[in-house]
């Protein structure tokens, strides 16, 4: 009764080909290869000039930063909606350490700005697993409530430029072969991120839990652990991105990064991250982060009015999710068929 | 075929007078299970006799309260269902739970994938490992497919692969067949087999008895919580094992009045729908109460969902005093008359966050209404009148009803449906979750009901409330009507037979 039917193995080459261009990051890819090149036809400094490579490579690596940190917590069937408000704390955070000890190393104060996030991360994790109440709910709690905290602290001050050190400023904008070092950092942060979601035990529990808790607890997986890690790690790198943020753009008022947490789960979902986990990666959150700040900078080079700009991200979010959409009913209805045909 | 006797040795899992209460609620008395190593062990009761309770004790999902549990001789106490599984405990759920999103083989090896290198998961190796697994389950699954849409058959495949790999001594499969076809029972009675005959000791969950002596070495029944027996298939008549799963006492609890039985209000002709139910037909007379029985999924729910309009049927009629009542439209039934109590009341009889009068009003909004508002005074007088008719004991009628213990609950539905003042009432399940006492109540109340020319359907998969109310019993096994029969007929194991081996009775 036993027909072994091992499936057709086309050569290594051609299905790893096979399995870039049906990923779903690679629509996204072309996207924006695509949004680049208009803009560099319509305007060749946006990519050949000294400022525009260096803007296409910057602007995007704090959120990116972000997105990786929500795509992680997302694939697990969450959301974190503190984030915005956890980079303006640690960005405050690292300018005011600043000012009370101007001849601190910065690496302590990146260190700072990093736990600080971790911190706040852990909160959201400790409220999600012991309260048992959703993410949604209690992250949304935590925006206005770490942004109050922000608000109470720094009044209406604010940390400017000449508060903190040059060497520390310099990081913001300074580049290793014509790569800014925000850039290489977002980049190696994507990397590792990557490849522990893809290549460790506890990643790919992440991608179990979100595709169906209930299992997962039935399974005997690590559930509150899983999840409270994945708040603690996005919350260090909303730090992380606070850190980066005050260094790139030198002042800091108490409403830095306000916003930001829709950036950062609109570049996930864009990037193929599935709102209700268990699907997706980092890459595509990474890209879709980066499509979303190149559009907003090339649609006035296209010449779309400004006030469309906002219902352009809208609609690309829209279409994202209805492209899922479809993929999914489409897989669904391609595995019923074979189901019926196979048996 | 002759089997060898089970080899004697440590049980594989050994279970003595365990207890388990949740709250005031008793759900396992005192169950004993004795499973050998190589041999296949059948765990029979009634719906609510205790053998899921047993399962997730063993499983590590509820802890028990006293009782030994012993696993290959060793004292057990599982907190988490990681630790059951540590031990070398799998069980297969009647809905497999597999993750949907991610590929067969991650399935199987989801938390203990090999690994190589700076602990990488090496995939290849996890690859070859759940190919030879198929290989040797003889089965052709692809590896690299998502779960999602594999058919229930091939999900229990994949969970019993993942219980091999696990070398797990114990395999615990609960109604593992009820949603198989007969090529699909085959395989997997073949494959338990082969477990067994490697040394594992297996627990099979089944109301199929020709499957129960067609497979187990072994017969444990339970009845009400309590452990009644253990024999070898050989020794005993599938007579004998029904006898003990039903043989109690019936008659308290049910305060049955004699009721004057009058003209058919229902009318059920051929209601079919394909796969789901088929050529149904049935009477219920003014003030008759008739109880629906058989094994959970049998369609009873189903029929009565569809008699109400709530799902639509392909073929078939439905009259009430005679007037045909149109498919698929709960506003008309209604407007005929009838009421539906459904089986689960939180979620689909009431609304738990607002008041009990809202509740009570929800179905004669229209009638209460003037000028479509409805003024608090008319709400609270009509929710008044049949809150203290029934008795619904809350503190306020502003109470809200997800705050209302069980049994008050369901009065509260009741009295919901019986404000539209139906002739024909369908309860589903009416005292499922409810304590003894508010049991009783609700039995009076349904007596009371039939007594005023009520005509009453009554879903219940608990035998003794159906033979204690009923004045006419129906059995359904898998989507048919297979036996209808007035109360004197109606014994506990007439209605068993008929719910598990519908042929001989039709």
Redesign the interface.
């Known amino acids: 009764?036993?027909?072994?039917?091992?499936?057709r193995r086309p050569s290594p080459v051609l299905s790893g080909l096979r399995s870039v261009v049906t990923a779903r990051e690679f629509g996204i890819f072309l996207a924006l290869a695509l949004v680049i090149v208009a803009a560099t036809v319509r305007n060749p400094s946006f990519v050949f000039s000294n400022d525009g490579s260096r803007d296409l490579l910057l602007t995007p690596a704090i959120l990116v930063l972000l997105a990786i940190g929500q795509a992680i917590v997302i694939i697990t069937r969450n959301v974190d909606l503190s984030v915005g408000s956890i980079l303006g704390l640690s960005a405050y955070l690292v300018g005011s350490i600043f000012v009370a000890a101007p001849g601190l190393p910065y690496p302590l104060a990146i260190l700072a700005g990093v736990l600080l996030g971790a911190l706040l991360g852990l909160v959201n994790g400790a409220l999600i697993a012991i309260a048992k109440v959703p993410a949604l709910v209690i992250t949304l709690g935590t925006l206005y409530a770490f942004r109050g905290i922000n608000v109470l602290w720094a009044g209406g001050d604010r940390i400017n430029a000449g508060d903190m050190p040059d060497d520390f400023l310099a990081l913001g904008t300074a580049r290793l072969l014509g790569v800014p070092y925000l850039s290489l950092l977002a980049l190696a942060v994507l990397v590792a991120a990557g490849w522990y979601l893809r290549?460790?035990?506890s990643g790919?529990?992440l991608?179990?839990i979100?595709?169906?808790p209930?299992?997962?607890?039935?399974?005997?997986?690590?559930v509150t652990r899983r999840v409270f890690a994945a708040f603690v790690v996005s919350g260090a790198l909303a730090g992380l991105a606070g850190v980066l943020y005050a260094a790139r753009y030198g002042t800091v008022s108490s409403q830095a990064g306000s916003g930001f947490e829709l950036n950062a789960v609109a570049a996930a979902v864009i990037g193929g991250v599935?709102i209700f986990g268990?699907?997706g990666t980092v890459w595509g959150a990474a890209i879709g982060a980066v499509l979303l700040l190149t559009i907003n900078r090339a649609l006035p080079i296209l010449g779309v009015p400004a006030f469309w700009q906002r219902a352009v991200v809208g609609g690309l979010i829209i279409g994202a999710i209805i492209l899922d959409r479809v993929l999914a009913v489409r897989?669904?209805r391609r595995?019923?068929a074979?189901?019926e045909g196979g048996? | 075929m002759a089997n060898d006797p089970p080899t004697d040795g440590t049980p594989v899992l050994e279970l003595e007078r365990v207890s388990k209460a949740f709250g005031p609620v008793v759900a396992l008395k005192s169950a004993s299970l004795r499973v050998r190593p190589g041999s296949i062990h059948a765990l029979v009761g009634e719906n609510g006799a205790g053998k899921s309770t047993l399962v997730k004790i063993v499983a590590?999902?509820y802890r028990r309260d006293s009782g030994d549990l012993r696993l290959l001789g060793a004292e057990v106490d599982f907190g988490?269902?990681?630790?059951?599984?540590a031990a070398g405990v799998a069980v297969i759920?009647q809905e497999p739970?597999?993750?949907?999103?991610?590929s067969v083989t991650?399935n199987i090896f989801?938390?203990?994938?090999p690994?190589g290198p700076?602990?990488?998961?090496d995939r290849r190796a996890m690859r070859v490992e759940a190919?030879g697994l198929?290989?040797r389950l003889?089965?052709?699954i692809?590896p690299?497919?998502?779960a999602?849409?594999?058919?229930i058959a091939?999900q229990q495949i994949i969970e019993i692969a993942k219980a091999i790999s696990l070398d797990a001594r114990l395999l615990i499969m609960d109604e593992p067949t009820a949603a198989l076809s007969g090529v699909e029972v085959d395989?997997l009675f073949?494959v338990a087999r082969s477990l067994r005959d490697e040394g594992r000791g297996l627990v099979f969950i089944s109301h199929r008895f020709d499957e129960v002596f067609e497979l187990c070495d072994e017969i444990t029944v339970m009845r009400d919580g309590e452990y009644i027996s253990t024999d070898r298939t050989a020794d005993v008549t599938v007579d004998l094992i029904v006898r003990r799963m039903v043989g109690r006492d019936v008659t308290e609890l049910f305060p049955k009045e004699k009721a004057l039985i009058g003209e058919p209000v229902l009318r059920v002709r051929e209601l079919t729908r394909t796969g789901v139910f088929h050529d149904i037909s049935f009477n219920v007379r003014a003030g008759e109460i008739v109880g629906l029985a058989g094994l959970v999924g049998a369609g009873r729910s189903e029929v009565a969902r569809a008699i109400f309009g709530v799902d639509p049927y392909d073929s078939g009629s439905v009259t009430i005093r005679g007037r045909s009542v149109p498919r698929n439209s709960p506003v008309a039934a209604m407007a005929a008359g009838m009421a539906l109590v459904p089986e689960d009341r939180r979620k689909q009889g009431l609304v738990l966050e607002e008041s009990v009068s809202r509740n009570i009003t929800l179905a004669i909004r229209r009638t209460l209404s003037r000028l479509g508002l409805i003024s608090a005074a008319a709400e609270n007088q009509a929710a008044r009148t049949w809150a203290s008719r029934l008795e619904v004991k809350a503190a306020a009628l502003d109470t809200e009803v997800g705050t209302l213990s069980g049994g008050n609950q369901q009065k509260v539905v009741l009295a919901k449906w019986l404000a539209t003042e139906p002739t024909l009432l369908i309860v589903d399940e009416p005292t499922r979750g409810i304590d003894v006492g508010t049991k009783a109540e609700v039995h009076r109340l349904l007596s009371e009901l039939a007594g005023l020319g009520i005509a009453i359907l009554m879903i219940s998969s608990e035998l003794p409330e159906v033979l204690g109310m009923a004045d006419r019993v129906l059995v359904m096994r898998e989507g048919r009507l297979t036996a209808d029969m007035p109360r004197e007929k109606a014994t506990p194991e007439a209605v068993m037979t008929a719910a598990t081996q519908g042929e001989e009775a039709a």
């Open positions: 009764m036993s027909v072994a039917s091992s499936a290549n460790l035990r790919r529990e991608y179990a979100g595709s169906d209930a299992a997962a607890n039935l399974y005997g997986l690590p599935a268990g699907s897989q669904s595995l019923l074979e189901r048996s | 590590g999902l988490s269902t990681a630790e059951s599984k759920y739970t597999l993750f949907p999103d991610l991650e989801m938390g203990r994938q690994t700076l602990r990488r998961i190919e198929f290989r003889g089965v052709a692809d690299d497919r998502p999602e849409g594999l058919s091939d395989r073949a």
